[in-house]
């Protein structure tokens, strides 16, 4: 008997256009259950299914393999998650248009030039291999954009200090008209695209990250086409610029995840030009914790962080670590905390962590959603302990 809303799996595979063998596989690989299965044995699947599998039949299409498609898509079709994921999946197709632009410019270049030159050129051949190999760096795109974007989503919807972080950070930045800015570590420009209007005309700003992906990203985000923006990828343990070239070196949540931290406040020293400041942000040992409790309620292995960042450059320690390059380097609280009253948006954050919470999660997806919407249906609190370090030249 067939349950209203249900559709068996000839029916679904029919209406997507699939064939049942490609649903029964992704059933016996787990990429896609059915929502329900009869004493019978019979699979039924929903509306609700389609959205899963509109996910994985694009990174199906993007060239992602089935064991990656398990790892970047969740069972959940609440429009949080839906909107997210839709808005990842848009950003990966105008990658993927790129890439296959710079592809075609490259065939043609070196076609042109084996037909001048009658002999292969090397460096042309090695240039479209280097392109033909770009594919193997979108999925460290995909889960970057989609764990930056959970993040600020987070905050965003929750926080309880209205003027939003990046107007902060932006307020503190003190930018003046004809002054040189370089942030180091970008990501997807979120500082600058949430400041724009606020932004002078005639100012000067690099934007660089160790991620072309994440460039790419605030390029489209800012605007191609606004003068006033330069994109650089490089490692920023090694600036490639002249000795007193900014005013204003800006380092959102970056120095923590550097091998070599002294090294990089050297560099920034370096490119400061004299009395030009840099704005470091991070955060202190109590940021978050109750989310750290939460999971930790639910399954005691789960740990949602391998390293605690706070340690290697942090709110107790920072002051110890810029002296010898900014002895004068002061604190500022951002305050604020969040209240968070839906379990989507905390479940999109806690998943984007760099721990072990996928490997208990994902398999009980159902058990975890339910815990957290208890948590959170009269509001849930969570602490924020973040700032920056101000520092002179």
Not at 28 to 41: A, Q, R, T
Not at 92 to 120: F, G, W, Y
Not at 236 to 249: A, G, K, M, N, T
């Amino acid at each position: 008997m067939k349950l209203p809303g249900y559709y068996s799996s000839g029916e679904f595979a029919r209406m997507a256009h699939v064939t049942l063998r490609t649903i029964r596989y992704y059933d016996k690989h787990d990429i896609l259950k059915p929502s329900y299965v009869n004493e019978s044995g019979a699979r039924f699947y929903t509306d609700e299914d389609f959205a899963r599998l509109q996910q994985i039949l694009l990174l199906k299409y993007l060239g992602f393999s089935l064991d990656d498609i398990r790892e970047m898509t969740i069972d959940d079709s609440d429009y949080h998650f839906m909107l997210n994921s839709l808005n990842i999946q848009l950003k990966l197709v105008r990658d993927r248009i790129e890439q296959m632009q710079l592809v075609e410019k490259a065939i043609e270049n070196t076609a042109e030039a084996i037909s001048e030159k009658h002999s292969v050129d090397w460096s042309k051949m090695l240039d479209l291999i280097h392109l033909t190999a770009m594919e193997k760096s979108l999925k460290n795109q995909y889960q970057n954009a989609s764990n930056i974007a959970a993040r600020i989503n987070l905050h965003s919807l929750y926080s309880q200090n209205k003027q939003g972080w990046f107007p902060w950070i932006y307020e503190q930045c003190g930018i003046r008209p004809g002054m040189k800015i370089l942030e180091i570590g970008c990501g997807d420009g979120t500082l600058w695209t949430e400041n724009l209007t606020e932004l002078p005309a005639d100012v000067d700003i690099t934007l660089s990250d160790i991620s072309e992906g994440m460039l790419r990203d605030a390029r489209r985000a800012v605007g191609a086409g606004d003068s006033r923006f330069h994109y650089l990828v490089f490692d920023c343990h090694r600036i490639p610029y002249e000795s007193e070239s900014f005013d204003l070196v800006i380092a959102g949540h970056l120095l923590f995840y550097c091998e070599d931290i002294p090294q990089v406040c050297r560099e920034v020293h370096r490119v400061l030009k004299k009395e030009g400041r840099f704005l470091c942000s991070t955060y202190g040992g109590s940021h978050m914790k109750e989310v750290s409790r939460l999971v930790a309620d639910f399954d005691d292995r789960i740990v949602l962080s391998a390293d605690k960042l706070y340690e290697r450059f942090g709110r107790e320690n920072g002051h110890t670590i810029l002296e010898p390059f900014f002895p004068q380097a002061k604190w500022m609280t951002y305050e604020d905390s969040l209240l968070v009253t839906s379990p989507e948006p905390l479940i999109s954050y806690v998943l984007s962590c760099h721990g072990n919470q996928n490997q208990y999660i994902l398999d009980q997806y159902k058990e975890f959603r339910a815990h957290v919407k208890k948590r959170t249906s009269n509001g849930f609190h969570i602490t924020k302990d973040a700032g920056i370090f101000v520092c002179e030249k």
